[in-house]
């Protein structure tokens, strides 16, 4: 993924995620564990404020099965990371999320991941069809890969 072809323009949704002082490694920097907690936290808080996932009682729950990240730049504490999210594909019980994380006034972001949500029933863990109101919400997020 090059990261002269991602920019801001790319994502229709946006968090504002304040970095933490626990969120530094000895070297200065964001660890690049973190990462995937703002990958998490982006993707989740957009469910939720959507109204089409209540994390004690959906009977449809996401769970990840496959997840990256390519790094660009440094982030550090204090900063505030502005969480890019968009869909890249929706299937028919999965859903491949890409997320950018952009420095604050930066055009060209400072790492991009995506990760694959399987939607399972919450009381038998099996796969199924996306919940009707789900897909809705996703498919504002929908735009064709550059991967």
Not at 23 to 41: L, R
Not at 121 to 139: T, Y
Request: with cysteine; net charge neutral; charged share 20%.
């Amino acid at each position: 993924m090059e990261r002269k072809t991602e920019t801001r323009a790319a994502y229709p949704h946006f968090l504002a995620i304040p970095t933490r002082w626990m969120d530094n490694d000895v070297y200065g920097h964001v660890n690049n564990v973190v990462y995937y907690s703002y990958f998490d936290t982006v993707v989740n808080r957009y469910l939720i404020d959507q109204g089409v996932l209540d994390i004690q009682n959906s009977p449809v729950i996401g769970l990840v099965v496959t997840t990256n990240c390519h790094y660009f730049a440094p982030v550090a504490f204090p900063d505030e990371v502005e969480a890019g999210l968009r869909v890249v594909h929706l299937g028919n019980s999965s859903v491949r999320y890409e997320i950018g994380l952009f420095l604050k006034n930066s055009e060209t972001p400072a790492a991009v991941g995506q990760f694959t949500h399987v939607y399972v029933n919450r009381a038998s863990g099996r796969p199924g069809p996306l919940p009707a109101e789900l897909r809705a919400v996703l498919e504002k997020l929908l735009v064709p890969s550059k991967s």
